[in-house]
């Protein structure tokens, strides 16, 4: 098998050990530097898995996050952000990682190297879904079943990887390939390779969230205001989007249970928690249709 791109030595980086404290940092923040540019390179596959995400969110799909190591638990920690950012049912953005919940926290040896077991975590999957398959390397059989399983059925998948000759860009139906380079330690693609993906993965999520509505221009307009930080957000979004005093937002958050939606809706038509819900059931729960439809109408 040929040696995949994170396995390459980086000659920028050679003498790390010899280097002070500072030094070593700053030569980390140089090789960090690429991986925005790098992920920028790649944009329009980005936007591309988006578009194929919120089609299949609109017509009740899921999207499901498949890694072994540091590429699991990104997608592990990306599918559970997504509740409280977007008020939406865990169901609909999941994450598996080789070996299971126990790889998490401690290496399972072996895990990646599972054909079967990918195959069989993959038997979640249904057509109406979309199945990221994440890896810095691109090899790793436990992804190779997961996306056999896929095809099998009928689900649309995507690559996300630091290595466009590993096995999975090849197996997949959609390529996001960033390909940062070496690594500032050998082979350790929990460092470039890793914040690469976790930046693809951010703007997978958030991206298609965005599409469906799950957003007013840049305002979290679903999060779920479960502590006083977040209950101090929904007030201010209430108030800058309705445009009224944060006591009239608070007062109509308390009457239609903190639905930071439903409380602009309330005081943009001046109007009851019910009423206003029912009205944004017209519009698909979408704000910004409704928005534009009390301009429109005035």
Not at 132 to 160: M, Q, R, W
């Amino acid at each position: 098998m040929t040696e995949a791109i994170t396995e390459y030595r980086n000659e920028n980086t050679k003498d790390i050990d010899l280097l002070s404290t500072i030094d070593m940092v700053r030569k980390m923040n140089e090789e960090d530097k690429i991986v925005a540019k790098v992920v920028g390179d790649v944009a329009s596959d980005i936007a591309e898995a988006i578009d194929m995400i919120a089609k299949s969110f609109i017509k009740g799909g899921r999207l499901f996050y498949f890694g072994a190591g540091t590429s699991g638990r990104l997608g592990i920690l990306d599918a559970s952000e997504c509740p409280p950012t977007f008020s939406v049912d865990p169901d609909m953005v999941q994450g598996r990682i080789a070996g299971g919940d126990r790889a998490l926290i401690s290496a399972v040896e072996g895990a990646e190297d599972d054909f079967e077991s990918g195959k069989k975590d993959a038997s979640i999957l249904t057509k109406q879904d979309v199945c990221v398959v994440i890896s810095a390397s691109g090899n790793p059989k436990y992804l190779l079943g997961v996306l056999d399983k896929a095809d099998e059925i009928g689900c649309a998948t995507i690559a996300v990887t630091c290595n466009s000759h590993g096995k999975i860009a090849q197996e997949s139906g959609h390529v996001i390939c960033a390909e940062v380079g070496p690594e500032v330690i050998a082979g350790s693609s929990r460092l470039k390779a890793g914040t690469a993906q976790k930046m693809i993965l951010n703007m997978l999520s958030t991206g298609s969230m965005i599409k469906i509505g799950k957003t007013y221009e840049n305002f979290m307009i679903d999060l779920k205001a479960v502590n006083e930080k977040l209950k101090d957000r929904a007030i201010r979004i209430v108030s800058q989007i309705a445009d009224v005093k944060n006591s009239d937002a608070l007062a109509c958050l308390l009457r239609c249970n903190w639905e930071i939606k439903t409380a602009i809706v309330m005081n943009i038509m001046h109007t009851d928690a019910d009423n206003a819900r029912l009205e944004l059931k017209k519009h698909g729960g979408v704000l910004r249709k409704l928005m534009n439809d009390i301009v429109l109408n005035k």
